[in-house]
Each structure stands twice: as structure tokens, then as C-alpha cells.
């Protein structure tokens, strides 16, 4: 059996990832979720430290209507996809591709404290329909 092995390739104009999804969220997931931080920053300024969810004031974080780790599958196997689980990625190009699949902001962010951000994703005692129809007014 031949034991392939995942790769950063970089050369003068640009870097190229070669390999599969785990190696890919392992090094290039952690720049998706700064640059989410970066580009919400202005949406997120917008909503004072008022939490979408709780309406208390903190500091808040960019909350996703749809997993992160989805959204870099979904690019990934759409446009990168060798064999089974295996991506030649143009890392540039992926992550002008990424920022774009949250476009518009406030239809794939919330904005919401730690608690109930932790909440939505760790102990799921609130959904997303949930502050969907928040945001609705219902």
C-alpha cells in the first residue's frame, strides 16, 4: 500500500495545499477561523455587545449558521477534489472562495456572547431556528 502524505507547497507567487480534509482543517482551518473574525469585525461592531440571543452586553463572537469545517467541505470537494478525500487547494484562491460562502454576513453569522454561543454549538440547548426566529421577531 502506498501512504500518501499531506503538503504545503509554496512558491513565488502562491501556496498550494495538497492533501486531505483532516490534514487541511488541521493547517489551514485555524487561518479560516481568523480571517471569519476579521471580516465579521465590522457586523459585529454594528450590534454594540448586544447578543443576539441572551440581549446582554459582552464582548461577542461570529457564531455560524452552518458549521465551519461544512462550509471548507463543500468548497473543497466542489472545486478541489483529486480522488477520495485527496484536494490539490490553491490557498489564495480557497480563502477568497471561503470569505465569499459568508457573504452576506448576516445571513450565515450571529452574533452572540460566549455562553450562548457555547450554548448553540456545545451543549445545543438553543438552535439556530431558535434565534432565526429571534431575529424575525417571532
Same mark, same amino acid.
Given at each position: 500500500?502506498?501512504? +500518501?502524505?499531506?503538503?504545503?507547497?509554496?512558491?513565488?507567487?502562491?501556496?498550494?495545499?495538497?492533501?486531505?480534509?483532516?490534514?487541511?482543517?488541521? +493547517?489551514? #482551518?485555524?487561518?479560516?477561523?481568523?480571517?471569519?473574525?476579521?471580516?465579521?469585525?465590522?457586523?459585529?461592531?454594528?450590534?454594540?455587545?448586544?447578543?443576539?440571543?441572551? #440581549?446582554?452586553?459582552?464582548? !461577542?463572537?461570529?457564531?455560524?449558521?452552518?458549521?465551519?469545517?461544512?462550509?471548507?467541505?463543500?468548497? !473543497?470537494?466542489?472545486? +478541489?477534489?483529486?480522488?477520495?478525500?485527496? +484536494?490539490?487547494?490553491?490557498?489564495?484562491?480557497?480563502? !477568497?472562495?471561503?470569505? #465569499?460562502?459568508?457573504?452576506?454576513?448576516?445571513?450565515?453569522?450571529?452574533? !452572540?456572547?460566549?455562553?450562548?454561543?457555547?450554548?448553540?454549538?456545545?451543549?445545543?440547548?438553543?438552535?439556530?431556528?431558535?434565534?432565526?426566529?429571534?431575529?424575525? #421577531?417571532?
Amino acid at each position: 500500500d502506498i501512504k +500518501y502524505t499531506s503538503s504545503i507547497v509554496v512558491d513565488n507567487k502562491s501556496a498550494r495545499f495538497i492533501g486531505n480534509f483532516d490534514d487541511f482543517k488541521r +493547517y489551514i #482551518g485555524p487561518k479560516c477561523r481568523n480571517d471569519v473574525n476579521i471580516f465579521c469585525k465590522g457586523e459585529r461592531i454594528k450590534h454594540k455587545g448586544i447578543c443576539e440571543w441572551c #440581549g446582554g452586553k459582552h464582548e !461577542l463572537q461570529s457564531a455560524h449558521i452552518k458549521d465551519r469545517p461544512v462550509i471548507i467541505k463543500e468548497i !473543497l470537494d466542489s472545486d +478541489y477534489r483529486i480522488a477520495e478525500d485527496w +484536494y490539490d487547494v490553491n490557498i489564495d484562491e480557497f480563502l !477568497l472562495k471561503f470569505k #465569499g460562502a459568508h457573504m452576506p454576513i448576516e445571513e450565515h453569522i450571529f452574533f !452572540l456572547c460566549k455562553t450562548c454561543h457555547d450554548k448553540l454549538d456545545k451543549e445545543h440547548s438553543i438552535s439556530v431556528e431558535d434565534i432565526m426566529n429571534k431575529r424575525k #421577531g417571532r
